[in-house]
């Protein structure tokens, strides 16, 4: 007769083995590698953390608050939207050395590469134009029309000394039509804010390049979604209701 196992009889999987003879630092180790692998993936492909370095987004976004960037949105041929606040590469020029470079401490950076610890050397601004857009600023309000919609800012911009276009020196420009792969950005805080404001022809004809106050969407890493530090005033963002009513460029 063929014989049995014992009732008793506990017969040990291989992965069961496996486990066993791991010890105690080697399965540290490895859930350290699984996370870090994760961190990784994740700041790829889905979200990834920034914080925000100067002033130039306030009142909604504060210098050194902590943010975290969707990619989702953009993927498969989606870009950025009208009144969507992003996160992108310095274009060249838009940031000092100092700011460019990030931060200086070896594992600071060494956990910025692997998405476990909020990213420096980018700018967060907002869109104001996207392709085939028209801004004008600025009507006797002192409001920014788009493709001669009039935007109403005044939920979310800074109060301004004059009007809210002020970085150019004047509340009479036009900007674009925008390029095709191109976006016009804003700060918030229009009063302190190195954007493509700053880099039009009307702000300094004598360096002016031509293009070089729109920013090429390659260069765009995400949207930001949520205020995640500090957690007294941690929120999600959204695309103001303003912008819902700007047409598409004739």
């Not at 692998?37 to 492909?45: G, M, R, S, W």
């Not at 990030?102 to 910025?112: F, I, K, Q």
């Not at 009307?202 to 070089?212: E, H, K, R």
Request: aromatic residues 8%; charged residues 20%.
């Amino acid at each position: 007769m063929w014989g049995t196992a014992d009732r008793g009889t506990h017969v040990k999987s291989s992965s069961e083995s496996a486990r066993r003879r791991l010890s105690w630092w080697q399965e540290g180790v490895l859930l350290l590698v699984v996370a870090v692998v994760l961190a990784v993936v994740i700041k790829a492909l889905l979200v990834q953390a920034f914080y925000i370095p100067s002033e130039s987004m306030e009142p909604g976004l504060v210098k050194e608050d902590r943010i975290l960037v969707q990619k989702v949105s953009y993927w498969g041929g989606g870009s950025p939207q009208r009144g969507d606040v992003v996160v992108f590469e310095d274009p060249g020029g838009w940031l000092d050395e100092a700011d460019a470079a990030g931060s200086t401490n070896a594992l600071t950076r060494a956990l910025t590469r692997i998405g476990l610890y909020p990213a420096g050397g980018h700018l967060v601004k907002r869109v104001i134009g996207v392709a085939g857009d028209t801004i004008v600023c600025c009507d006797e309000e002192g409001r920014l029309s788009v493709n001669g919609e009039t935007l109403d800012e005044d939920d979310y911009i800074a109060p301004q000394r004059r009007c809210n276009g002020p970085m150019t020196g004047t509340c009479d420009w036009t900007a674009g039509p925008v390029p095709e792969g191109r976006v016009f950005v804003m700060g918030d805080n229009r009063n302190d804010s190195r954007d493509s404001t700053v880099h039009m022809l009307q702000f300094s004809p004598s360096t002016y390049v031509a293009g070089a106050e729109f920013v090429d969407t390659d260069l765009v890493v995400g949207r930001v979604f949520a205020l995640i530090w500090p957690r007294d005033h941690a929120t999600l963002l959204h695309r103001p209701p303003t912008f819902e009513g700007v047409p598409d460029a004739p």
